[in-house]
């Protein structure tokens, strides 16, 4: 378990093994992404009160899951690299953050042309649409202070330690429509007791909620790749690359 | 573990839950804020505001809908099934609303108890299903009612 942990701290091994696990995993996130897409869109029955409009929950719902989720990753990469100071996870936070964003901001845009014809309105301050409005700052924020900084390792301490304090926005998001007055619903996919959405219409959700965990594991490990051969670039291994594919 | 790793760890654990304890108590404190609307439970004992900006939400009373001949006034009272607060609100409702579902009224709560609204939202339950599941669960349910009456 330790080797595995110390061979995740160095760059050549990490380039390597993200290079074969994307060969298989890159293609078949674009096919489930697209068959999910297809199913949802064209072969589950409409909503019973909402018509056609709620399929947009095909993308909502996994965009916003898996923004909550993608903070989790990048919160405790910042902590190991704080722990263990593992240069590989500063890599990790500073790559997560920016894929965290672009699915917050795509929750946030398809909740608002939900709302429009739902709600009768685009935005409203309620807990569960400000807090994830939060997570979107966090998630900027961080890419913000890396970046502020010129020393790289600075850079990552300070964003690790925002990522862990922000890490309590989570559970608000995710129990701000129990804990209080909302307009937003609350979760239809129930862990106990049974799901309050009908299971031809839950399966699609599953599908495209499991395809989008896969497009951000593609994203983290193509941004990681991207991180480590500009950060590495003066080193052997690299150079050794570059001759390899001439 | 390295002594000093374990250090840095339970600086880590210390951090965590000390800002969330912080942050925890600030929203626990602000609660009663961060609510969007108050239910008629609320309004009806006397804690809502009266004259200022308010939202109250409830499920929109079957047969309370009582729309105006000559304009766009619409007459309707929302519930939590303790209170019922009246609502008057000019204007167009969301396709949503409807008797029976979830409703949010912005406006201004006057003496006699009427909630003057420039603003009516619909609010949507966490329930999904295909039209023919719902025709039926309804036809199921008023089979029941007709064996229970």
Redesign the interface.
């Known amino acids: 378990m330790w080797s595995f942990f110390h061979k995740l701290g160095s760059p050549p091994w990490l380039y390597r093994i993200s290079g074969s696990i994307l060969r298989w995993l890159l293609p078949l996130t674009i096919v489930a992404l697209f068959a999910g897409a297809v199913w949802g869109l064209l072969f589950t029955?409409?909503?019973?009160?909402?018509g056609n409009s709620?399929r947009i929950?095909y993308i909502h719902v996994p965009a916003a899951v898996v923004a909550l989720a993608g903070y989790y990753v990048m919160a405790i990469a910042g902590?190991i690299s704080?722990?263990?100071k593992m240069k590989m996870a500063d890599v990790a936070l500073r790559a997560s953050a920016p894929i965290g964003a672009a699915l917050t901001f795509i929750a946030l845009v398809t909740g608002a042309i939900w709302g429009k014809?739902?709600?009768?309105?685009w935005w409203?301050?309620?807990?569960r649409i400000t807090s994830m409005l939060i997570l979107l700052f966090l998630y900027l924020g961080i890419i913000a202070l890396y970046e502020a900084y010129d020393n790289k390792e600075a850079a990552g301490k300070a964003c690790a330690?925002l990522a862990?304090?922000g890490?309590?926005?989570i559970p608000?998001i995710y129990k701000s429509v129990d804990?209080?007055?909302?307009?937003h619903?609350?979760?239809?996919i129930k862990f106990t007791g049974e799901s309050?959405?009908?299971p031809?219409?839950l399966y699609p959700l599953l599908f495209m909620i499991t395809a989008f965990y896969a497009l951000f594991t593609c994203c983290l490990l193509l941004n990681m790749r991207a991180e480590l051969l500009s950060r590495e670039r003066r080193t052997g291994w690299i150079a050794r690359l570059v001759a390899e594919s001439r | 573990m390295h002594p000093v790793r374990r250090q840095r760890l339970l600086l880590v654990l210390f951090v965590v839950l000390f800002s969330s304890a912080a942050i925890g108590l600030m929203v626990y404190a602000l609660s009663g804020n961060i609510n969007l609307f108050y239910p008629p439970a609320e309004v009806a004992a006397g804690k809502a505001p009266v004259g200022q900006q308010i939202r109250v939400g409830g499920m929109v009373v079957e047969g309370s809908v009582q729309r105006s001949d000559n304009s766009l006034e619409v007459r309707f009272e929302v519930t939590d099934y303790q209170a019922s607060v009246p609502i008057v609100y000019t204007g167009i409702l969301p396709d949503l609303f409807d008797e029976g579902q979830g409703a949010v009224a912005a406006g201004v709560l006057n003496d006699s108890g009427v909630l003057q609204a420039s603003e009516v939202l619909a609010k949507h339950d966490e329930n999904y299903m295909p039209p023919e599941v719902a025709e039926a669960l309804e036809a199921s349910q008023r089979l029941q009612e007709q064996q229970d009456g």
């Open positions: 029955p409409p909503d019973f009160r909402q709620y929950i902590a704080l722990i263990w014809p739902t709600w009768g309105t409203v301050w309620d807990a330690v862990l304090v890490t309590v926005n608000i804990w209080w007055y909302s307009l619903q609350p979760a239809s309050t959405i009908d031809s219409m």
